[in-house]
């Protein structure tokens, strides 16, 4: 296979997919520290402002199984420059209306760039990186989610502040339509990804990552798992200014803590996997960990925490909750097969976006329901141990990779 010409640059194999991810991030991530004012101007209850954190990922659900073939005729520069041009654009224009459902409708189209851009950036570390450090790779450049939404909690309030939240929102997008240049440039030379097996084409695909057991369980699993992460990150900062009585800023610093160590975690989680051998042990250890801790968040109402406490337990779960995408997104290609990663990223990735647009709904529903974000934080937590539970079964299974997948 024929290399790019920055493979001359060693440090950019792994930084440019962590840049990528981080700016796609700080787009699709700008609404959650913005809720607060967004809310109040709009009048919305916890179930619409919820609809419209996880409308982006209503566009993903709908695009993302065509997304492999897309990169496989445009090639991963242009997908990730196209990607972020389409994230940016549609975020400026959605700052301009006043209707919700308007909003709704543009941050959809925002989240069709979102669902093209991840297994883009997946198929660039597949090329660079061997499986023996993959989930390490993988672990890093997922780090980058939590750095966009660490960007978007530091900056994006502050704007806010000093103009408002629509100009706040309107910077984000404009931002991740400027980074879209470098990537054009910077990743013109990349080589294209292998031609498919011409007898197999894209539907087929797809069936057979359905006939492969271990790829339907992991992406299950993702359903919960993103799940209760968005979950948490979307509603943190409402949850602590509105029932612990939180300032805006004291709510969005802990946010940003949360993030800051969930990117820690990634990269070390993704370690801890490559020298276990086992990704599924460490997917088990990071939910049973994660659904601790939320009943303790859970639990601050009652007790009146110190914010030194809310700090440790934000930080804690940050770090565990965050630390499961890389390794998820690793063993994926490591069971169905690296000449279809693009295929195989983008199927299960559909799991993962519906677990993104459904779970903040349902949370806010709960939490409209029975006026309390508690119970909430405490249903997430039954989710992630049966998930849990699921991938474990999985493990007491022979671990044989397929080698039936389409290429």
């Known amino acids: 296979m024929v290399r790019r010409k920055v493979s001359a640059y060693p440090r950019l194999k792994l930084f440019n997919p962590l840049l990528a991810q981080t700016i796609a991030a700080f787009g699709v991530l700008a609404l959650p520290p913005l809720s607060t004012f967004i809310v109040k101007e709009l009048e919305l209850s916890a179930f619409m402002m919820g609809l419209m954190m996880s409308s ?220 276990s051998g086992d990704k599924r042990k460490v997917l088990s250890l990071i939910g049973i960990l994660s659904s601790i801790f939320l009943v303790l968040l859970s639990l601050s109402p009652f007790f009146s925490m110190p914010y030194l406490l809310m700090a440790a337990i934000t930080i804690i779960l940050g770090f565990t909750i965050s630390g499961w995408n890389g390794i998820f997104q690793a063993a994926i290609i490591e069971y169905g097969g690296e000449k279809t990663a693009a295929v195989s990223s983008g199927v299960s990735l559909t799991f993962t976006y519906l677990g993104i647009f459904l779970f903040p709904l349902f949370f806010g529903w709960t939490k409209d329901l029975f006026s309390s974000f508690s119970i909430s934080w405490v249903i997430l937590s039954i989710c992630l141990i049966l998930s849990t539970i699921l991938i474990y079964k999985d493990q007491r299974s022979a671990s044989v990779k397929t080698k039936k997948f389409a290429g």
């Open 56 to 275: 982006f990922y209503l566009g993903c659900i709908v695009f993302s199984f065509f997304t492999g073939k897309i990169i496989n005729s445009l090639g991963i520069h242009k997908s990730i420059f196209i990607s972020l041009i389409v994230i940016g654009s549609f975020i400026m224009a959605s700052s301009f209306f006043d209707s919700v459902w308007a909003m709704l409708l543009l941050l959809a189209l925002s989240g069709m760039g979102y669902s093209l851009i991840n297994p883009a950036i997946n198929l660039l570390i597949t090329q660079d990186f061997s499986v023996e450090v993959r989930g390490f790779a993988m672990s890093v450049k997922q780090m980058g989610v939590t750095l966009g939404g660490v960007f978007t909690a530091l900056l994006l309030p502050k704007l806010a502040f000093i103009f408002d939240w629509r100009t706040s929102l309107f910077m984000g997008g404009a931002m991740v339509v400027c980074f879209s240049l470098y990537f054009y440039f910077m990743l013109k030379s990349y080589a294209s990804p292998p031609a498919p097996n011409p007898n197999l084409n894209h539907l087929k695909n797809i069936k057979i990552f359905f006939q492969n057991s271990k790829l339907v369980r992991l992406s299950i699993l993702s359903f919960f798992f993103v799940g209760a992460q968005f979950s948490y990150f979307m509603y943190l900062v409402l949850y602590l200014n509105l029932d612990l009585n939180y300032s805006i800023a004291a709510s969005s610093f802990l946010l940003a803590l949360s993030q800051a160590s969930g990117a820690i975690g990634r990269v070390i989680w993704g370690a801890a996997s490559d020298h």
